[in-house]
């Protein structure tokens, strides 16, 4: 193994930062959706102010924070919105925009634009327009989301079609990704329900489904070129991938705590949006103690903590385990994640020196934003792991980075969740994480 690899698992305490940031920036919504996990409706209590919200992007900014995700509730119910998104993208961070597209006309997604907004998030959770109106709670919920991703496009800015996979619509996960490309989406990104906030009160889809969607979905990812199609929130989607030796691997991976995090409303740190577990609160401490001594946020940058099947997992690295499933079922954010079948074999998994030609790392250096591209170098190794390849060619790029057919990679990132529709993780590239 060569230096580069033998560095990239550093001890849990070394090499952190919170390169990606997903702000709920108010709980205030138009719509009431049954498995928001903000509970969105009115406002809280107490809400960050402008001043606060721009004095905490000098914080992000100083601690390398390069995406930032604007999302809600309903990010585009504060008035400020423009001036934040504005000062985020003076500094240099790639902004995302997640909306339920409700309030999307020519004028907002100009402003966006303006703004240095890069892509936009809308959710869809069911190809018959009545049927999402139902859900969402809202009359012409549905057509204002398509008539979002029709005007967002047109101004200019990515979009991505994000969908909560629940039994209400799980026969229609392949006629919506088809009209998430005919609508010249960027990405279909497919959620898995996480029990917080008002879903709680929803049925999550058994193990036995979920292991049955995923290696669906590893399996069609070419099949949409050149939109990408991922799963999220749903980490083992790697271990399926690799076990069955198809690309996708830079996409996916538990970021909870290590290079990610989310702020509330009323300013408080949580390792991801779906978990509850609170890691300080911004108006208590500054954002920077936060990060780098929250003893939560420690539990979760040392795999050796964690406990059950994803402790005793070989995948444990490159998976980890939804740490917010293992909380909202057992109350406990190191426990095993327990939507995953796999079992164990107690044996790590082979490795081997790897080459990269100077074509192959010359695409990967273009991808301006280290993190994805720490993500990407991770998941195209694991993928010549497993087929016991030892150069990485612009072709083995190629057959790793699944739904990769958009020649080399340029940029503009979005990223999120869509439980309360946020945002999105458009790169104009493969690399999704998520």
Excluded at 138 to 151: D, F, I, K, M, Q
Excluded at 186 to 199: A, D, H, I, P
Excluded at 277 to 300: C, H, K, M, Y
């Amino acid at each position: 193994m060569d230096a580069a690899r033998s560095l990239s698992f550093l001890s849990p305490s070394a090499g952190h930062r919170p390169s990606l940031v997903s702000w709920n920036l108010t709980r205030k919504c138009n719509l009431k959706c049954p498995h928001c996990y903000m509970e969105g409706g009115a406002a809280e209590e107490n809400e960050l102010t402008t001043d606060e919200c721009l004095a905490l992007i000098d914080e992000m900014e100083a601690l390398g924070t390069e995406m930032l995700i604007l999302t809600g509730g309903e990010p585009l119910l504060r008035r400020d919105i423009y001036q934040i998104a504005q000062k985020a993208s003076d500094r240099g961070m790639w902004v995302v925009m997640g909306t339920n597209g409700v309030m999307v006309n020519d004028f907002v997604a100009r402003k966006m634009a303006e703004c240095g907004v890069k892509g936009v998030g809308i959710s869809i959770d069911s190809i018959d327009p009545e049927k999402h109106d139902a859900f969402r709670g809202g009359p012409n919920a549905w057509a204002h989301s398509v008539r979002a991703l029709e005007t967002c496009r047109r101004h200019g800015l990515q979009t991505l079609v994000q969908t909560t996979a629940m039994d209400m619509n799980r026969e229609e996960i392949p006629e919506l990704m088809a009209f998430a490309r005919e609508k010249g989406a960027w990405s279909f990104n497919l959620y898995f329900l996480v029990q917080t906030g008002r879903g709680q009160e929803m049925n999550d889809l058994s193990a036995l489904a979920t292991d049955a969607l995923l290696r669906e979905m590893a399996h069609v990812q070419d099949e949409y070129r050149p939109m990408l199609v991922r799963s999220k929130c749903a980490p083992q989607f790697k271990q399926i991938a690799y076990d069955e030796g198809l690309g996708g691997l830079e996409s996916g991976g538990c970021m909870a705590g290590t290079e990610y995090c989310r702020i509330t409303p009323g300013g408080d740190v949580t390792p991801c949006p779906y978990m509850t577990v609170v890691a300080g609160n911004v108006r208590e401490q500054s954002f920077s103690e936060i990060w780098a001594s929250s003893p939560v946020l420690t539990d979760l940058r040392d795999p050796a903590r964690l406990k059950g099947k994803c402790g005793a997992c070989e995948f444990n690295e490159l998976c980890g385990g939804c740490r917010c499933r293992a909380q909202a079922a057992f109350n406990d954010y190191l426990a095993e994640d327990p939507a995953c079948l796999y079992q164990p074999t107690g044996r790590a998994l082979a490795r081997c020196d790897i080459e990269w030609s100077p074509e192959a790392q010359a695409r990967l250096d273009r991808i301006p934003i280290s993190f994805i591209r720490n993500k990407v170098r991770k998941g195209l190794e694991a993928y010549a792991d497993r087929h016991g390849v030892r150069r990485i060619s612009a072709r083995v790029m190629q057959e790793a980075l699944a739904g990769m057919d958009r020649g080399a990679p340029s940029f503009s990132e979005p990223v999120g969740k869509p439980q309360d529709s946020q945002a999105i993780k458009e790169v104009s590239i493969p690399e999704r994480l998520a």
